[in-house]
Structure formats: C-alpha cells, structure tokens
C-alpha cells in the first residue's frame, strides 16, 4: 500500500473514531483567537493589577492639586497678665491701681492659603473680649473717668497677602510636583500599555503553539496509524515465510516510537491549553472541560516591510520608549524647580484690614463704618543663604538624574534597534524554512513510499521503512513549527513596533 493510500486510511479511521466519541460526549468548545483576546484584555490578572497603576496616579496628581485649595481656619483663646504701670492716672482724691490687669477672650476664623502663581494669602477675622484696669467703670474706687465700653469688645478683619519674589515664584516653581505628578501619569499609561501589548503577544503566541500542537496530534495519530499497518503487513509476510522476524520486532519497535511521540504531542497540547487559561481567565479551574482553537487566524506568508516606516512608528508608537522620553523630560521639572530655590527669598507682604469698637459683638463689625480709611502695612523680607549648599547640591542632584535618564533613554533605543532588527530578521527566516520545509516534507513522503514499495522485494529493511517514517512524521512536524514561528516572529515584530493591537484587531479602549 503506497503512503497516500495508508495516510487516507488512517486519517478515515481517526475521523470515525472521533466521530464516535463525539457522539457519546460533548464536544469541546471551539476558540478564535479574537475570543482568546478579548478574554484575556478582560480577565487577564496582571493586566487587572496594572490597571490600578494610572489610577493610583491620578490620586496623586489630585492630592498634588490639594496643595492650592483654601482651608478654614479658627482658633479660640483666653490670656490673663498683670504689670506695673508707669502712667499714673489723676485719680481726683480716688485710688489707683498700681498694677494693670488684663483678660483677653478671643475668638478667630477665616480662609488661608496658596495659588498656584505662589500668592499665599489670609482672610482672618476675629473679636476680642477685653477687660482690664483701664476700661473699669468708676465705681470701682480706682479711676476717676469712665470708660466707654466695659468690657471692651475688638473685631478685626485682615487680608493679608505674601507674594514671592524671586524663590517660589511663579507657575514653574509652585507647580512642580503638579507637572511631576501629570509626567509620572503619563508614565504609568506608557507601562500599562506595554503591558497590555505583552499579554497580547503571549496569548497570541500560546495560540499559535496550540495550533501546532492540535495539528501535531493528527500528525503523530497518522504516524501511529502507518506504523501499525506496518506491523500488520510484516506480520502478514513473516506467517507467509516472505520476511524474518526481526521485521516484526524494528516494526513494533517504531510502533512504540511513534506512539511516544504521540503522548508527547498530547502532554504539549494540555501545556498550551493550561498557558492559555492563565493567560485568559482571572481563575484557574482544575476540573475545567478541555477546548480547542479554530486554526483559521494563521498567516502563512510573511509580510513585506517597508524598514523605514517600520522604523518611524517604531519610535511613535512603542510604550515602553514613550515612557523613557516621559522620564527623561520630567527631569527638566526637577532642574527648574532646583535652579529657583537657589534664589534669595524676598517676599512682598501686604496687609489691608478694618478693626471696629464696641461693647458687643454686632455693634463692633458696625463700628467699621466709622473708620477714614483701613489699616494697611506694605514691606519685603528678605532671607538669603549664607553658603547655599543645599540649593546648589539639590541643582547638582537634578542635573545628575538628567543624564542618567538621557542615558536610560539612549539605551532603551539600543535595546529597540535590536530588537527591531531581530524580530524582522526571524521573520525572514521563518519565511525561507518554510518554504524549505516543505520540500523536505514532499522528500520524506516521497522516500517512505519508495521504501514501502520495495519492501516486499527484500531490497530494503523494515528498519529502513521505520527510519523512513520517522523522517516523514519528523518533517511534517518541523513544518508545522516553521508556520507556528512565521507567526509569532511576526506577531513579535508587532510587539516590538507597539502595534500588535491594531495588528490583532483589539481595541484596548473599548475593550474591558
């Protein structure tokens, strides 16, 4: 019987058997790749943990924006003091009191804080209640005049604003950690990114190996079938005294080969099932029913590549090179913000306010009416550093992180190139074995058949039918794999470009 014929029987009768175990069982659940895809941007735990990363972001560019929102403020407090008093009042044959005695109630509140241009302002207001010698009414045997108001109540209300100069001063400065905060956000996008685009990668890889390992198990089921015959028919010539028992024995003997390689084939197919549902699924169920993929997602001619453009989007699109320039430029955050705390402190300070006097508290705010023209104060403080180490060790540190990222960033565009150029040169020669491989196969087949052909004449050994067999199971095998690595060498060089996404057809936007 020729190869052709044997390998048509073998597969009729894998095809019945299968059919019959369909009948008694359910059969497994089918998966393309796209279902394989989705599930894994949806459920994958990696992914799911990243995603947290720019939220956690987020949180601390917000808390960084809390640095500008005003608080409320108030305070309450009491003081008691007593002192000698020089001025000794014309006490009209009365007493006077040699000691000045004073309690103050106060009560405060008001709106602080800071804008983003460096203006620290202060909204207070607030009322005293003050008793003491001088505002005590006649009748206490000490002064001869009368106080107007006893006790006295005091409201004040006071805008004071403090506006930086040179250090702090302006939207660079105040704003550093915000623009640190935004850069560091851009970053963990970058990083989630390219994780996403990983995971993508991997699933598609372990994809394509079960392809090969489900194709494969047909491959090494026909090997078995074939070599079966063969024991059949060497058996059937050894009882007809055309063939010596040690035909039987090295037929048997690649029977056991082959069926090997089956189980082989089949413990690497649960392999890349199990890679699949770690990668898809956020649970692992031990007892979870098998399922296979639909092969139609395989590319079996490579792509043309224009290295250019490759090139152009290779720095437009890859993440994990985005996020190397995000890190690099964040730096210039830190070195301006370094080179203006080397600056003298000179703050312009202002204040603008009316106080009011009365008996009570109402009366007091009504008492501002009164007033010709508020009470005001203008100045400038001024503090400069003697030596300044700090400031110009913090510039240097700044400058320092500079170049270690411009050379973090150098050398993540040298591990790109390489990368780049690998990936497109494994494409390439997975494309040149494949169409090698597949004139090693036709030689197999070709050899097994002569082989076959001419057993029975006693020209060659079951040896060499066996040898034959192996070669033709073997290079059936390689060619499944060549196809297997055109695919992943060109869902790599996807990966590399940070396009695999649009390559794959997943929106990772939309898609969660």
Known sequence: ????????????????????????????????????????????????????????????????????????????????????????????????????????????????????????????????????????????????????????????????????????????????????????????????????????????????????????????????????????????????????PIDVTQAKSRLSEAREELLLAQNFLSQRRNTLRELTRDQFDLDGAPFTVDPAFIVRTAPAIDRDKALVTLFKSNPTYLASVELASSEDIRIAYAKNQRWPRVDLKASFGYNGLSDNFSDSYSDYSNRDEPTYSVGLVINVPLGDRTGRARLAEARNRKRQALFALKRSEVILLSAFDTAQRDIANAAERTRLVKDTVSLAAASLDAQQRILGSGKTTSYEVAQAQRDLSTARSRELATLVDLNKSIAHFEFVLGTIADYLRVDLKTES
């Open 1 to 244: 019987m020729s190869v052709p014929s044997r390998l048509l029987s073998a597969a009729c009768s894998i095809i019945a058997v299968s059919s019959l175990a369909a009948s008694e069982t359910a059969p497994a659940p089918v998966l393309t790749l796209h279902d394989l895809l989705v599930n894994a941007v949806n459920a994958n735990l990696e992914l799911s943990a990243r995603r947290i990363d720019p939220e956690i972001q987020q949180n601390r560019l917000d808390g960084a924006w809390g640095a500008f929102e005003p608080s409320w403020v108030a305070g309450v407090s009491y003081s008691s003091s007593e002192r000698p008093q020089n001025y000794v009042p014309n006490a009209g044959g009365g007493r006077y009191a040699p000691l000045y005695e004073e309690e103050i109630r106060r009560g405060q509140t008001g709106i602080t804080g800071r804008l983003p241009f460096g203006t620290q302002y202060e909204l207070l207001t607030g009322v005293d209640r003050i008793e003491n010698t001088a505002n005590t009414t006649p009748g206490n045997g000490f002064t001869s005049f009368s106080a107007r108001y006893y006790p006295e109540t005091v409201s004040t209300t006071t805008l004071t604003i403090t506006q930086p100069l040179l250090k702090d001063f302006g939207f660079n400065a105040n704003l550093a950690e915000v623009r640190l905060q935004k850069s560091a956000l851009n970053t963990a996008r970058h990083d989630l990114t390219a994780t996403a685009l990983r995971v993508l990668r991997d699933v598609a890889s372990a994809y394509y190996e079960m392809v090969f390992a489900q194709e494969n198990i047909r491959v090494k089921e026909e090997a078995v079938a074939v070599a079966e015959a063969l024991v059949r028919d060497n058996q059937r010539r050894v009882d007809e005294g055309r063939m010596a």
